[in-house]
């Protein structure tokens, strides 16, 4: 037997004394000062009964001048007295080997129950939750009122601002209209207005850029500019234009030279949809960089619910109108959140007094599993309100501290046992370290160096 067993027989015992056989190998006069010493404490009378010349020896040393002493020798034949004579003979062994003998017992004893550590995770079987609760966060509470349900809120008022510039998407065809002269003639007198509008056959129009009057039997010669910008209108001499309209009777006209100066060319301008994309773009950005802040501000426990965040943008500049030239456009944005925020760890306990009531006697929440979901937030002044729909799973109360109680000591095969005959887990793990043979492990004595995990099994 290892030292280990002969002490939990110790512990075991019912009677007033308990018998142990000494094995004549793997054992040393610590492990009886040991046993000695546990059966003394346990108040209980030890009987050894050696097994061997080399056990008997043991037994000898150990009772040797020790009166009072709760140890009584058994030995398989007739009691002799003890031979001191012996003994002495084993004076010659050095002290410093037999502190060293102690010193190492004792030590491994004390590291193989106390130095162990044991980690137990049990799962349980949840009961899915939903209840939905209204909630209050408000900046005037110092406390969780349960029966109203509020929560101490944070008001958080930011600015944020920047710039961004984007390409532009409007496309515009500038250019110069052509210019040139025509001869007109006419069967009599006539008077045309400034604007009065020629057609060369292709169909181009030409506008004269003043009034005039035609003398019977005259040709005067006049200027006219292209009705629209482009190269087509740069018309080649000797063409003929009739009017359109702009004077008071029929009138002919052609150009002894050509017309030039016309041109056309598409460049890239602001449409107004890329003010709007920009703006709203941008927004978005600095409504994250204002979360940033306001998180920053308020610690990582602060809830913020993006839904009810207040944005105002207070000043906006644009480096260019809509329509004009330009293939980039910058936006100058400053933008003012407003938001009422409320702590994790407030709501927790405002769900844990609201819903306590409605869970089932000897069940509890599970911790770390709650979510809430804030329906419909409503922003004002003062108060942050919602609804909030809480979903949670619902389990067995577990007593740990007591299943670390009743773990103690336990070897793994003991300790599984107990696990196995918990009628509300549903599966249980259990690691014992260091990683020894079985026969040497055991749940630590030391309720501190046990950790026990509880998780829920998937649905």
């Known amino acids: 037997s290892s030292l280990f067993e002969i002490l939990e027989r110790i512990l075991a015992e019912d009677g007033d004394a308990v018998e142990i056989e000494v094995p004549e190998e793997n054992f040393n006069l610590l492990m009886l000062r040991t046993l000695q010493e546990k059966a003394k404490k346990e108040k209980k009378k030890l ?24 140890v009584e020798v058994k030995a398989k034949k007739k009691a002799r007295k003890i031979n001191f004579g012996a003994l002495r003979k084993l004076a010659f062994v050095p002290l410093i080997l037999v502190g060293f003998l102690i010193l190492l017992g004792g030590g491994a004893y004390w590291a193989l129950y106390y130095l162990p550590r044991a980690e137990v995770i049990l799962t349980l079987n949840p009961i899915p939750f939903v209840k939905e609760i209204s909630v209050s966060a408000d900046i005037a509470a110092e406390e969780i009122d349960a029966e109203k349900g ?29 210019t040139g002269r025509i001869t007109f003639d006419t069967t009599g007198a006539q008077s045309c207005e400034k604007g009065a509008k020629f057609k060369e056959d292709s169909g181009l129009v030409f506008i004269t850029v003043r009034a005039f009057d035609i003398q019977s039997g005259a040709t005067p010669e006049e200027d006219v500019v292209a009705e629209k910008i482009g190269e087509q209108y740069n018309l080649g001499p000797n063409k003929s234009f009739t009017l359109v309209n702009g004077c008071s009777t029929s009138v002919v ?87 009422i925020t409320y702590s994790g760890a407030s709501m927790q306990d405002l769900i844990s007094q609201t819903i306590s009531t409605l869970i089932p006697e000897g069940y509890t929440l599970f911790p770390g599993e709650t979510s809430v979901e804030p329906l419909d937030p409503k922003l004002s002044k003062n108060k942050l309100s919602f609804q909030a729909k809480v979903s949670s799973d619902v389990v067995p109360e577990i007593d740990t501290e007591k299943i670390k109680n009743d773990l103690t000591g336990r070897n793994p095969a003991s300790a599984q046992e107990y696990l196995s005959s918990l009628g509300e887990v549903n599966a249980y793990e259990i690691k014992i370290w260091p990683n020894l043979p079985e026969s040497f492990q055991r749940v630590p004595r030391n309720t501190d160096r046990i950790t026990i995990t509880l998780k829920t099994e998937e649905l």
């Open 253 to 339: 006209g052609t150009n002894s030279a050509g017309f030039e100066g016309g041109t056309s060319e598409e460049v890239p301008i602001v449409a107004a949809a890329d003010q709007a994309e920009v703006l709203e773009d941008f927004k978005k950005d600095l409504v994250k960089e204002g979360k940033k802040t306001i998180i920053g501000e308020g610690g990582l426990d602060e809830v913020i619910v993006e839904k009810a965040i207040k944005s105002e943008v207070t000043k906006k500049t644009f480096s260019h109108a809509v329509g004009e030239q330009t293939d980039k456009l910058t936006l100058n944005l400053t933008m003012k959140f407003t938001i």
């Open 47 to 70: 009987v050894l009964k050696p097994t061997g010349s080399r056990s008997k020896n043991l037994i000898q040393t150990l009772t040797e001048g020790e009166e009072g002493e709760v």
């Open 150 to 178: 509020i929560i101490p809120g944070t008001l958080h008022t930011v600015m944020e601002n920047g710039e961004k510039t984007v390409d532009t998407t409007g496309i515009a065809i500038i250019g110069k209209e052509a």
